[in-house]
């Protein structure tokens, strides 16, 4: 310290010379140490761009990898390395005005020792001399409040930092400001006021001569940190409290899963729901084979764990959608099974651990995959178990038009159709006997401008006196969503009788969609399901499509979510309903006719039909058998 004493006092001095005041003195050595390190700003400030510049790559390793914290502080590290990032290099600057403000220690004694006139305040020290003096530490705490505010805005790396971050950074100055005025002389405290307020003009130097924004690609940040921020709000799980059981039993599951060695097949769940979509298959593989089921799902009170207490060789597991994000990444399977869209373009993503998998597709729907499905939607599965030709000749152009590689395309059919069609022959007779009078339901979808929203109204007032009964189902997402507007549609017709007119609460069944005679929709997938089940019509209100691929004309396809309109019924635009009341009536006139119709359709349209969950149980082991002879034979050329 004495050295760097002897170093300084005759700068201080001639600074004084120059000056005459001791105060001023200061100011000017400050700003001369501040030219001094003026190579050390602009070299700390080129490595806070590089370090903006690796926060879109290091976002989507976040991304990439998420919840899998020891794999991402090795990809971190070795981004790090390759882009000659120093972590630690923001934090020589401030070592350096540490080891300064002590060798100003004796400058500042040897200039109180000598007694000069001007120089008794400068050596008094607030916590032994207090009064007046407070006013220093004081200060040094607001100096270092204006110096964060600015280096929130102006510093490179600062201003793209975390709220969090940003308060971490700036309570730690301001704290260390504060107290430093509180403990050294108040000339010292007084060099560090100007050395804060000093270094916001540096920051503004170092952003004229090397500027951010000619290095840093703003845009690609900050979709970056929309990707990050969506994996991070993704789950709509409830904040869990301290010792939650729910915690306890993802944690134990987690754990249980990958307890477990080579696992031949694995389900994933979104929720109780789907599991009608894959009933069929494990049904038929617990019966057909010894495989053991492993089936993840997000839901707790999915009725899987149910149907596992009465099969042994079902294993449940629980995971919530974040940790579901990790436990994929990590997945460790012959062949995984979902209903997921758009693997590997989102939050879940192909294994990292596992290049081998084979993953496999059930679709939830029998429609198109053109206009209703993202572009991509598909491509990073290795197989689709399609429910009809349609779905096959429909990716096969789909696959060539964008070059992408072809998959496995599996014909299969849908059991969720088998199950119905059963369920409605064996009840079809009750039906039939329990109704005083011809149903029509109106069953919309919920996207914007459906047909409660735009057209609800010309639909009702014309079925009204008819001798039918009208309900009307919306789609739970609705009344969930838009409750007002649902309530405010049933007051507009409080006075109707129940007999002529019902709005349905309850979709815990589908016995509505059973008992209808004629279903009006727009753009909902509940017709295939009901015209194909109860061979009866349906009509089609023309209003704005669902599309999810705006594009979807480019593949030259027939769509069939539209040819389909006026096979399976007659599809009317807004403009021509003054012709939908007659249009039931004569639909109900010629069941018969329709009735012939819709089944030479269905026949034609559906694979294996009444068979579904057996093709596909079947090909499912098949695949696991595949892969079991594939790893047998690599052990014997080992």
């Given at each position: 310290?004495?050295?760097?004493?002897?170093?300084?006092?005759?700068?201080?001095?001639?600074?004084?010379?120059?000056?005459?005041?001791?105060?001023?003195?200061?100011?000017?050595?400050?700003?001369?140490?501040?030219?001094?390190?003026?190579?050390?700003?602009?070299?700390?400030?080129?490595?806070?761009?590089?370090?903006?510049?690796?926060?879109?790559?290091?976002?989507?390793?976040?991304?990439?990898?998420?919840?899998?914290?020891?794999?991402?502080?090795?990809?971190?590290?070795?981004?790090?390395?390759?882009?000659?990032?120093?972590?630690?290099?923001?934090?020589?600057?401030?070592?350096?005005?540490?080891?300064?403000?002590?060798?100003?220690?004796?400058?500042?004694?040897?200039?109180?020792?000598?007694?000069?006139?001007?120089?008794?305040?400068?050596?008094?020290?607030?916590?032994?001399?207090?009064?007046?003096?407070?006013?220093?530490?004081?200060?040094?705490?607001?100096?270092?409040?204006?110096?964060?505010?600015?280096?929130?805005?102006?510093?490179?790396?600062?201003?793209?930092?975390?709220?969090?971050?940003?308060?971490?950074?700036?309570?730690?100055?301001?704290?260390?400001?504060?107290?430093?005025?509180?403990?050294?002389?108040?000339?010292?405290?007084?060099?560090?006021?100007?050395?804060?307020?000093?270094?916001?003009?540096?920051?503004?130097?170092?952003?004229?001569?090397?500027?951010?924004?000619?290095?840093?690609?703003?845009?690609?940040?900050?979709?970056?940190?929309?990707?990050?921020?969506?994996?991070?709000?993704?789950?709509?799980?409830?904040?869990?409290?301290?010792?939650?059981?729910?915690?306890?039993?993802?944690?134990?599951?987690?754990?249980?899963?990958?307890?477990?060695?080579?696992?031949?097949?694995?389900?994933?769940?979104?929720?109780?729901?789907?599991?009608?979509?894959?009933?069929?298959?494990?049904?038929?593989?617990?019966?057909?084979?010894?495989?053991?089921?492993?089936?993840?799902?997000?839901?707790?009170?999915?009725?899987?764990?149910?149907?596992?207490?009465?099969?042994?060789?079902?294993?449940?597991?629980?995971?919530?959608?974040?940790?579901?994000?990790?436990?994929?990444?990590?997945?460790?399977?012959?062949?995984?099974?979902?209903?997921?869209?758009?693997?590997?373009?989102?939050?879940?993503?192909?294994?990292?651990?596992?290049?081998?998998?084979?993953?496999?597709?059930?679709?939830?729907?029998?429609?198109?995959?053109?206009?209703?499905?993202?572009?991509g939607e598909y491509d990073n599965y290795d197989t689709l178990l399609c429910t009809g030709p349609h779905q096959i000749a429909e990716m096969k152009i789909i696959e060539d038009l964008r070059g992408i590689r072809h998959k496995n395309l599996v014909p299969c059919g849908y059991d969720l159709l088998d199950r119905d069609l059963a369920d409605y022959a064996a009840r079809r007779d009750?039906?039939?006997?329990?109704?005083?009078?011809?149903?029509?339901?109106?069953?919309?979808?919920?996207?914007?401008?459906?047909?409660?929203?735009?057209?609800?109204?010309?639909?009702?007032?014309?079925?009204?006196?008819?001798?039918?009964?009208?309900?009307?189902?919306?789609?739970?997402?609705?009344?969930?969503?838009?409750?007002?507007?649902?309530?405010?549609?049933?007051?507009?017709?409080?006075?109707?009788?129940?007999?002529?007119?019902?709005?349905?609460?309850?979709?815990?069944?589908?016995?509505?969609?059973?008992?209808?005679?004629?279903?009006?929709?727009?753009?909902?997938?509940?017709?295939?399901?009901?015209?194909?089940?109860?061979?009866?019509?349906?009509?089609?209100?023309?209003?704005?499509?669902?599309?999810?691929?705006?594009?979807?004309?480019?593949?030259?396809?027939?769509?069939?979510?539209?040819?389909?309109?006026?096979?399976?019924?007659?599809?009317?635009?807004?403009?021509?309903?003054?012709?939908?009341?007659?249009?039931?009536?004569?639909?109900?006139?010629?069941?018969?006719?329709?009735?012939?119709?819709?089944?030479?359709?269905?026949?034609?349209?559906?694979?294996?039909?009444?068979?579904?969950?057996?093709?596909?149980?079947?090909?499912?082991?098949?695949?696991?058998?595949?892969?079991?002879?594939?790893?047998?034979?690599?052990?014997?050329?080992?």
């Amino acid at each position: 310290m004495e050295a760097l004493a002897d170093l300084f006092s005759p700068v201080v001095q001639a600074c004084y010379d120059l000056s005459h005041n001791w105060w001023i003195a200061i100011l000017l050595f400050t700003l001369i140490i501040k030219v001094v390190l003026m190579p050390m700003a602009l070299w700390v400030q080129k490595n806070s761009i590089v370090m903006v510049q690796v926060m879109p790559a290091l976002n989507r390793l976040k991304v990439k990898y998420y919840g899998d914290a020891e794999t991402i502080g090795e990809k971190q590290t070795a981004l790090y390395k390759e882009q000659h990032y120093h972590p630690m290099l923001s934090l020589v600057p401030l070592a350096l005005q540490v080891l300064i403000l002590f060798g100003l220690v004796d400058v500042i004694h040897r200039i109180t020792d000598n007694g000069a006139p001007g120089t008794e305040f400068l050596g008094l020290v607030p916590v032994e001399a207090g009064g007046i003096t407070w006013i220093m530490p004081v200060l040094a705490g607001l100096s270092a409040v204006a110096l964060g505010c600015a280096q929130n805005r102006i510093n490179p790396l600062q201003r793209e930092q975390s709220r969090a971050e940003k308060n971490t950074t700036n309570g730690l100055s301001i704290a260390l400001s504060f107290f430093l005025g509180m403990f050294v002389a108040t000339g010292m405290a007084f060099y560090w006021i100007c050395s804060n307020l000093l270094a916001i003009l540096v920051q503004v130097l170092c952003n004229i001569i090397v500027k951010p924004s000619r290095y840093i690609n703003y845009e690609e940040l900050e979709a970056s940190r929309a990707e990050l921020a969506g994996i991070e709000a993704l789950s709509t799980e409830r904040r869990r409290r301290f010792n939650d059981p729910l915690a306890r039993r993802e944690k134990a599951d987690f754990k249980r899963f990958f307890a477990i060695a080579d696992k031949h097949i694995v389900f994933y769940s979104e929720g109780s729901g789907f599991y009608k979509y894959f009933r069929g298959a494990v049904e038929w593989l617990l019966e057909h084979s010894d495989i053991t089921i492993h089936y993840v799902t997000n839901d707790p009170e999915d009725k899987i764990f149910e149907l596992a207490e009465q099969h042994p060789r079902v294993f449940p597991y629980y995971i919530g959608e974040k940790k579901a994000i990790t436990l994929m990444m990590k997945m460790d399977a012959d062949v995984v099974v979902t209903t997921l869209g758009d693997l590997d373009n989102f939050y879940i993503k192909r294994s990292y651990v596992r290049k081998d998998i084979e993953y496999v597709y059930m679709f939830h729907h029998m429609t198109s995959m053109d206009m209703t499905s993202t572009v991509g939607e598909y491509d990073n599965y290795d197989t689709l178990l399609c429910t009809g030709p349609h779905q096959i000749a429909e990716m096969k152009i789909i696959e060539d038009l964008r070059g992408i590689r072809h998959k496995n395309l599996v014909p299969c059919g849908y059991d969720l159709l088998d199950r119905d069609l059963a369920d409605y022959a064996a009840r079809r007779d009750a039906i039939e006997a329990a109704k005083t009078r011809p149903n029509i339901v109106l069953a919309p979808s919920w996207q914007d401008d459906n047909l409660l929203d735009c057209c609800i109204d010309d639909l009702i007032q014309p079925l009204l006196g008819r001798g039918w009964r009208i309900v009307v189902r919306p789609h739970p997402e609705y009344t969930k969503r838009y409750r007002p507007r649902w309530e405010a549609l049933q007051a507009r017709y409080a006075d109707a009788s129940s007999e002529e007119l019902v709005f349905e609460q309850d979709f815990s069944s589908n016995d509505t969609i059973l008992t209808a005679d004629v279903i009006v929709t727009d753009w909902s997938s509940v017709f295939c399901e009901f015209c194909f089940t109860t061979l009866r019509p349906a009509v089609f209100i023309d209003t704005p499509p669902k599309v999810r691929n705006p594009n979807w004309r480019d593949f030259g396809l027939d769509s069939t979510d539209i040819n389909l309109r006026n096979r399976l019924g007659k599809s009317l635009a807004l403009n021509e309903l003054d012709q939908f009341a007659d249009a039931i009536a004569d639909m109900l006139a010629h069941k018969e006719a329709w009735h012939d119709r819709i089944r030479d359709i269905r026949d034609g349209f559906v694979f294996n039909l009444g068979h579904g969950g057996e093709a596909a149980g079947e090909y499912l082991l098949k695949a696991v058998l595949e892969k079991q002879q594939a790893k047998e034979g690599e052990r014997s050329h080992a």
